[in-house]
T-cell receptor
Framework: KNEVEQSPQNLTAQEGEFITINCSYSVGISALHWLQQHPGGGIVSLFMLSSGKKKHGRLIATINIQEKHSSLHITASHPRDSAVYICAVGPQLGNTPLVFGKGTRLSVIA | GAGVSQSPSNKVTEKGKDVELRCDPISGHTALYWYRQRLGQGLEFLIYFQGNSAPDKSGLPSDRFSAERTGESVSTLTIQRTQQEDSAVYLC?????????????FGDGTRLSIL
């Protein structure tokens, strides 16, 4: 079992729909990261959070530490949101690298 | 520039040749990471440098892979005697401070193709 599980693996939505991508993890963490990888390959860090909720534009990330679960929401989705969204966790064990989920491929259709 | 810079952006080479990939992190970022992403697959951790500490090499897939970093600046990833299975995009990232509780900034990657 992977330490970081994302769902769904693939998601197709109509423009304007509200989208939720889920991430569950099995280890204690210091922080959880959401990353976006566009079709051209570039990766951008969207959020880093260790509690509660963060919002940036139409993107919202939440985390429940007790349940070891995080969600990434996109409101009023747009075709330019089409990308792979990756969840990664930073384990609590000191100076260790991130553990990545396999990503969720999102396609938003106009 | 202000971001993480990788070179070359593309590299095509014959099986058995050695390749060297370069990463220039953001100035002031003490942590530097190398990842590999095979076609259609997720990110795979290779190696991690933090300041002057010994690097975490736990992700290197074989002894053909090695990496160096000069202080807190440029890093090079070297693959010796390349194999077709080494074909992938190699991504570098840097962050301020330690490991997992800092945002990582990614370069655009080097797309390596082994013929």
């Amino acid at each position: 079992k992977n330490e970081v599980e994302q769902s769904p693996q693939n998601l197709t939505a109509q423009e304007g729909e509200f989208i939720t991508i889920n991430c569950s993890y099995s280890v204690g963490i210091s922080a959880l990261h959401w990353l976006q990888q566009h079709p051209g390959g570039g990766i951008v860090s969207l959020f880093m959070l260790s509690s509660g909720k963060k919002k940036h534009g139409r993107l919202i990330a939440t985390i429940n530490i007790q349940e070891k679960h995080s969600s990434l929401h996109i409101t009023a989705s747009h075709p330019r949101d089409s990308a792979v969204y990756i969840c990664a966790v930073g384990p609590q064990l000191g100076n260790t690298p991130l553990v990545f989920g396999k990503g969720t491929r999102l396609s938003v259709i106009a | 520039g202000a971001g993480v810079s990788q070179s070359p952006s593309n590299k095509v080479t014959e099986k058995g040749k050695d390749v060297e990939l370069r990463c220039d992190p953001i100035s002031g970022h003490t942590a530097l990471y190398w990842y590999r992403q095979r076609l259609g697959q997720g990110l795979e951790f290779l190696i991690y440098f933090q300041g002057n500490s010994a690097p975490d090499k736990s992700g290197l897939p074989s002894d053909r892979f090695s990496a160096e970093r000069t202080g807190e600046s440029v890093s090079t990833l070297t693959i010796q005697r390349t194999q077709q299975e080494d074909s992938a995009v190699y991504l570098c990232a840097s962050s301020r401070g330690q490991a997992s509780n800092q945002p990582q900034h990614f370069g655009d990657g080097t797309r390596l193709s082994i013929l």
